[in-house]
Nanobody, 138 residues
Framework: DVQLQASGGGLVQAGGSLKLSCSIS????????IGWFRQAPGKEREGIVC????????????VLERSMRGRFLVSRDIHKKMVWLQMNSLKPEDTAVYYC???????????????????????????WGQGTQVTVSS
């Protein structure tokens, strides 16, 4: 069975940093794509960034990219099957539950553009971690 586990959330003051981890198990190969999402209270789940397994490309959701540019950085270790989301200069509006999700790369839509904007939909992903709470105090 495919399983993902997100961890690393916590309470941090504005301006602080957190590094979220996502461990992946159950895929028979390294050919999978990973997406990071977040959901703030009372809001819909929104895609942040996806990492495409076929070529290692990373795509930040255009609508969030400007607010996250230089602050949110994704990385992965293929052999350890780990993906990380480094979050720096955190702001209170970053408060949310953060999720990682996975899909086989042969089905991946990571990198999809609509009207020139990179998008990411939670409906693309079949496998989800349990979420980790990030709270940023002002």
């Amino acid at each position: 069975d495919v399983q993902l586990q997100a961890s690393g959330g916590g309470l941090v003051q504005a301006g602080g940093s957190l590094k979220l981890s996502c461990s992946i198990s159950g895929f028979t190969s390294d050919d999978y794509s990973i997406g990071w999402f977040r959901q703030a209270p009372g809001k819909e789940r929104e895609g942040i960034v996806c990492f495409r397994g076929t070529d290692g490309s990373t795509y930040y959701t255009t609508v969030l990219e400007r607010s996250m540019r230089g602050r949110f950085l994704v990385s992965r270790d293929i052999h350890k099957k780990m993906v990380w989301l480094q979050m720096n200069s955190l702001k209170p509006e970053d408060t949310a539950v953060y999720y990682c999700a996975a899909e086989p790369s042969r089905l991946s839509r990571c990198g999809t553009r609509v009207s020139g904007n990179f998008i990411q939909s939670s409906t693309w992903y079949d496998y989800w971690g349990q979420g980790t709470q990030v709270t940023v105090s002002s």
